[in-house]
């Protein structure tokens, strides 16, 4: 079984183990979010599998916001996406708000 950066990374390009930790990414904030950008980025990248429950996963205003997110070229709306089918693949409900 993949791990999530691992998805992220054959789904997107993206290797989410090379951020940055600039933080640049939290600068994008919606009332629909319980963690920020970056938690959920450290989330994938530890396989930690409650981010498919987050809804910041599943708020399309951070889905909006996430084109533009990053400073260092991740694809973080691509790496939502591929987060999100796999939340769907498993069965996994969103986090109950967006
Ligand atoms: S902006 Fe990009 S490099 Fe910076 S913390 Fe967010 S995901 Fe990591």
Redesign the pocket.
């Given at each position: 079984m993949l791990t999530l950066h691992r998805l992220v990374q054959e789904k997107t390009g993206s290797r989410?183990q090379?951020?940055?930790?600039?933080?640049?990414?939290?600068s994008h904030t919606s009332a629909e979010m319980d963690i920020t950008?970056?938690a959920l980025?450290q989330m994938v990248i530890y396989n930690d599998f409650e981010v498919l429950t987050t809804r910041t996963l599943w708020s399309d205003a951070v889905l909006d916001g996430a084109r533009k997110?990053?400073?260092?070229?991740?694809n973080?709306h691509g790496a939502i996406l591929a987060l999100r089918e796999e939340a769907t693949r498993r069965g996994v409900t969103d986090g109950g708000g967006a």
């Open positions: 989410l090379a951020c940055q930790g600039c933080l640049f990414c939290d950008i970056s980025v997110a990053c400073t260092h070229g991740f973080l």
